[in-house]
């Protein structure tokens, strides 16, 4: 993370006393030249926010939310043709679980394009 960038997120977690360190995420039209890619996986989309309250700076692509069928879904990220069954699937077992209504699905976000990097 630059300096700028760094000296901004000290100053705000300060200000407003965060019992955690603050996260950005950003959605992006191309590959960010002066950051790492994200290596490996992880089970959730969520999981990336995890990596950065401990201090990772990283982008990822399409592929690396693979896993998390309603981070894909959000981030309108298409499934590969052999897992594009997943996200009914997850749906199905929220459902079961009365974590979400059928209902409801229409109104959860969903970027309107893919973005390249995140």
């Keep these: ?6 000296e901004l997120q000290e100053n705000i977690s300060r200000a407003v ?5 603050a ?9 960010p030249e002066e950051m790492e ?3 490996g996986t992880e089970p959730s989309g969520c999981s990336f926010w ?3 309250a401990a201090g990772k ?5 399409p592929q690396n939310h693979f896993d998390c069928a ?7 990220i298409a499934w590969p043709a ?3 069954n997943e996200t009914e699937q997850t749906l199905k077992m929220m459902f079961d679980l009365g974590y979400v209504k059928p209902e409801e699905v229409a109104q959860i976000p969903r970027l309107a394009k893919t973005p390249v990097a995140r």
């Design 23 to 31: 996260v950005a995420v950003g959605f992006l039209h191309a590959v």
């Design 57 to 61: 700076s990283f982008y990822t692509l």
């Design 70 to 76: 309603v981070g894909a879904y959000t981030h309108n």
């Design 37 to 39: 890619q994200f290596r």
């Design 82 to 84: 052999e897992r594009e």
């Design 50 to 52: 995890r990596l950065a």
């Design 1 to 6: 993370m630059g300096t700028v960038w760094k």
């Design 17 to 21: 006393k965060l019992p955690r360190r």
